[in-house]
C-alpha cells in the first residue's frame, strides 16, 4: 500500500485558521495555537452577542411603545393587557414601528384597543 503524506491538508486547515484570524492582536493573528483559541474564544462572544442583541431589540420596542402610549393616556402594560383581551395579533416590534413612522395608524390601534 502507498504512503498518504498529509502535507497538504494540514498547510490548507492551518492557512484557513490563520485568515480567519486576520486582524487580531500580538501572535494570535499569526501562530496557530493562539490563532485557534482566539478563534474558538471569539465564537462564543459572537454567539452571546446575537442573544443580546435580539435582547437589547426588545427592549427598546419596549420603550418606544411605553413613550408612544403614554399619549393616550395608557400605560405600556395597560397595553398589553389590552392586546391580550382582545386578541390582537401585532407584536411589539411592528407596533414600534407602526407608532414610531405611522402615528395615525397608531391612534386607530389605540382607539380600537379602548373600545
Known amino acids: 500500500m502507498p504512503r498518504v503524506k498529509r502535507g497538504v491538508m494540514h498547510t490548507k486547515r492551518r492557512r484557513n485558521i490563520l485568515k480567519r484570524s486576520k486582524g487580531y492582536n500580538w501572535g494570535r493573528n499569526a501562530k496557530l495555537k493562539t490563532a485557534k483559541t482566539a478563534l474558538k474564544r471569539a465564537g462564543q462572544f459572537a454567539f452571546a452577542g446575537r442573544k443580546t442583541k435580539k435582547r437589547l431589540s426588545r427592549r427598546l420596542w419596549i420603550v418606544k411603545l411605553n413613550a408612544?402610549?403614554?399619549?393616550?393616556?395608557?400605560?405600556?402594560?395597560?397595553?398589553?393587557?389590552?392586546?391580550?383581551?382582545?386578541?390582537?395579533?401585532?407584536?411589539?416590534?411592528?407596533?414600534?414601528?407602526?407608532?414610531?413612522?405611522?402615528?395615525?395608524?397608531?391612534?386607530?390601534?389605540?382607539?380600537?384597543?379602548?373600545k
Open 68 to 114: 408612544a402610549v403614554r399619549n393616550f393616556e395608557l400605560t405600556y402594560s395597560q397595553l398589553i393587557d389590552k392586546m391580550t383581551k382582545k386578541k390582537v395579533g401585532l407584536d411589539r416590534k411592528v407596533l414600534s414601528q407602526i407608532a414610531e413612522h405611522h402615528p395615525k395608524m397608531f391612534k386607530a390601534v389605540i382607539a380600537d384597543l379602548k
